[in-house]
C-alpha cells in the first residue's frame, strides 16, 4: 500500500473520479443505510417499497431499482400488471433525492473540511464527480469562486454550446457530473427563481447558481419546480439510457473518450458494475500505457480486487494500478462523532 505523497508527482496534473467513498468521508450519513432510515422515517418510501428492501437482504438503493424496474419488464410479458412496480420504482428514486437533499451538510458545517478539499483538487486538471451531493463543487468554488475549473454552464446557468466545451477540453481545467447533481435541474414550468434571478423555461436544463455557494443548497430546497438531473437507476444500461435522455448527461458522456490524460485517480471509487460504463467511455480509443492511482480505505482487499478486474477489463490490461491509504492524500476523514 503506497503512501500519496510517494507517488503523487506522477498524477497530479492529472484526472481524478470522485466516488461515493469521497463524499461519505465527510457525511456517514450518505450511506444508503441512513438514507433508507431517513426516507422511510419521512415516508419518502412506503411500506411496500421497505418490503422489497428487507426481502432482497440490502440497502443498496441501486439493487432495489434494479429489481423493480426488471420486475416492471417480466410483468409486461407475462401480461400481469406492470404499472405498480414501476410506480414504486419512481417512488423509491425520488425518495433518494429527497432524503439526499434533506440530508446534506449546511456549508458553515463543513468550511475547514472544504479548504483541505480545494487545496487537493487544484492539483488535477480534470475532476469527475459520480456524486449527487455538492461538496466537491463547494471546495472548488472557495475562494477563487471556480474559476479555476470550467463546468460548462455559462451565463445565466446555461449549457455553453458543443464548440465552446471542444476549445475548454483542450485549454482549461474542467469539473463534470457524469451522473447529474442536486444544483443541476430541470425546470417543470417557466418561471424565476427568486435567489440569482435565474429565467427558466420549461423543461429546460440548467445549473442552480444563487447570489453565494451557500444559497445553493436552500434554492434547492425551498423551489418546487426545480427537478434534480440525477441519474440514480439500477442497472448500467438504465443508467446509459437516463444519460441519454438529458442534454447535459449526454454530452458529458460524449466528450469523456476526447479528455486525453495519460494518469487517472480514483478516489472513493466502489468499481460497481453499475459504474462501467462511465469507465469505459473514457478509456475509448487510448492507445499507450495508462498511469493509474486508487484509493484504499483502512487496507480493504475488496476494493483492491474489484479495482484489478474492472480496469484491467476497460483498459485491456494496459494501465499500471497503484493502489494508497486515503488517509494520507488529505482529504478529510470525519469520525462518526463529527458527523453528528
Known amino acids: ?109 463543513i468550511i475547514e473540511d472544504l479548504k483541505k478539499i480545494k487545496k487537493f483538487l487544484d492539483t488535477f486538471k480534470v475532476v ?21 475549473f470550467d463546468d460548462f454552464f455559462g451565463q445565466g446557468g446555461i449549457l ?38 435565474q429565467s427558466v423555461e420549461e423543461g429546460q436544463e440548467l445549473k442552480i447558481s444563487g447570489n453565494k455557494s451557500e444559497d445553493i443548497l436552500s434554492v434547492i430546497q425551498n423551489t418546487d419546480f426545480l427537478e434534480p438531473v440525477f441519474v440514480a437507476e439500477g442497472t448500467n444500461e438504465q443508467k446509459v439510457e437516463m444519460i441519454k435522455n438529458s442534454h447535459y448527461l449526454g454530452t458529458v458522456l460524449e466528450i469523456l473518450p476526447e479528455v486525453k490524460f495519460d494518469s487517472f485517480t480514483f478516489l472513493g471509487f466502489s468499481f ?17 500505457k495508462i498511469k493509474i492511482s486508487v484509493s484504499v480505505h483502512e487496507n480493504n482487499p475488496g476494493t483492491i480486487t474489484d479495482a484489478n478486474k474492472m480496469l484491467k477489463s476497460c483498459f485491456r490490461e494496459n494501465c499500471e494500478i497503484k493502489f494508497f491509504d486515503v488517509a494520507t492524500c488529505g482529504w478529510p476523514q470525519r469520525s462518526e462523532e463529527n458527523n453528528n
Request: charged residues 30%; aromatic residues 10%; proline residues 2%.
Open 128 to 148: 469527475i464527480d459520480l456524486n449527487y451531493d455538492l461538496i466537491a463543487y463547494w471546495g472548488i468554488m472557495l475562494d477563487s469562486k471556480g474559476k479555476n
Open 1 to 109: 500500500m503506497k503512501n500519496w505523497n510517494d507517488i503523487k508527482n506522477e498524477f497530479e496534473n492529472g484526472l481524478i473520479f470522485l466516488g461515493n467513498g469521497s463524499s461519505i468521508a465527510l457525511n456517514k450519513k450518505f450511506v444508503y443505510k441512513d438514507i433508507r432510515e431517513y426516507a422511510s422515517k419521512n415516508r419518502y418510501i412506503n411500506d411496500e417499497v421497505n418490503n422489497v428492501f428487507d426481502k432482497l437482504d440490502t440497502v443498496n438503493f441501486e439493487k432495489v431499482l434494479e429489481y423493480l424496474y426488471k420486475a416492471s419488464i417480466v410483468n409486461e410479458i407475462l401480461k400481469i400488471d406492470h404499472e405498480k412496480p414501476k410506480k414504486l420504482h419512481d417512488e423509491l428514486k425520488n425518495g433518494l433525492i429527497n432524503s439526499v437533499r434533506d440530508m446534506h451538510p449546511s456549508y458553515k458545517e
Open 160 to 197: 455553453k454550446n458543443h464548440n465552446e466545451i471542444q476549445r475548454i477540453i483542450r485549454k482549461e481545467k474542467i469539473i463534470i457530473y457524469p451522473h447529474g447533481s442536486l444544483f443541476i435541474c430541470k425546470s417543470e414550468k417557466s418561471d424565476t427563481i427568486k435567489e440569482g434571478a
Open 272 to 288: 460497481n458494475e453499475n459504474d462501467e460504463h462511465i469507465v469505459n467511455q473514457l478509456a475509448k480509443g487510448r492507445m499507450g
